[in-house]
């Protein structure tokens, strides 16, 4: 009896886990920290007038299409490289808005950036300015995509995965895929989750379908 008991326990929390290469951290000098790539996703002018030293400037609002969906890969890897991105460094993603912060991250994260650490306290700003992206890419995104954990329209209708809705305090079932009203709270969510509580979660990188309103004309 004792040892079904152990083995039920163990099942159950089978789905809490933690990974080396996406994980928050309390300061910018933690050991895993040093000399990683600062990422800084501050709205741009705010970051180009003053930022952490050799910070790269990624405000959120550059990877939102105006439909409120992220850019096709070949245009969203394009992004990285003008940011002088090639995926296989170690990024300190920043901000001082929690949301854009994690949706920066787990964005980074998916198109499968080597480590990405989420900075959770306070951007220690100093004098230099940022480094805005470039008109042209000054690297190539060479780091494969983890596309493991990015789910489709169609992959949600043919498998029919849980869904976690982004405002639930916790996902309902192992890979659970997390979906939301916007693509910035679905990335977002999908960080607190997977870097910060150790869930094994996946995301639906869109807004979700609207349902169609009923024709109030039909009788």
Known sequence: MRHRAIICLLCASSWAWATSDFAYVNS??????????????????????????????????????????LPHERDLLWLLGTAGLNGNE??????TTAGARDFIAGLLYLAGQRTVRVLDAQPLIEAGPG????????AVWTAPL??????LGKDILRDRPALADARAPTPPAPHAVVVAADTA?????????????????????????????ADSTRR
């Not at 480094?131 to 000054?138: A, L, W």
């Not at 983890?146 to 789910?151: C, I, Q, S």
Request: proline share 8%.
């Open 28 to 69: 910018a000098n933690a050991p895993e920290a040093r000399d990683a790539v600062v990422i800084d996703t501050r709205p741009l002018a705010e970051c180009r007038q003053a930022s952490m030293k050799g910070a790269r400037c990624l405000p959120a609002e550059d990877f939102v299409a105006s439909s409120g969906q």
């Open 90 to 95: 170690n990024v300190l993603v920043t901000g």
């Open 131 to 138: 480094r805005e992206r470039g008109m042209v890419r000054s």
């Open 146 to 151: 983890r596309d493991h954990l990015w789910v």
């Open 185 to 213: 709270s679905a990335l977002a969510r999908f960080t607190q989750w997977r870097a910060g509580q150790g869930f094994d979660v996946r995301v639906f990188p869109g807004p979700l379908p609207q349902k169609p309103e």
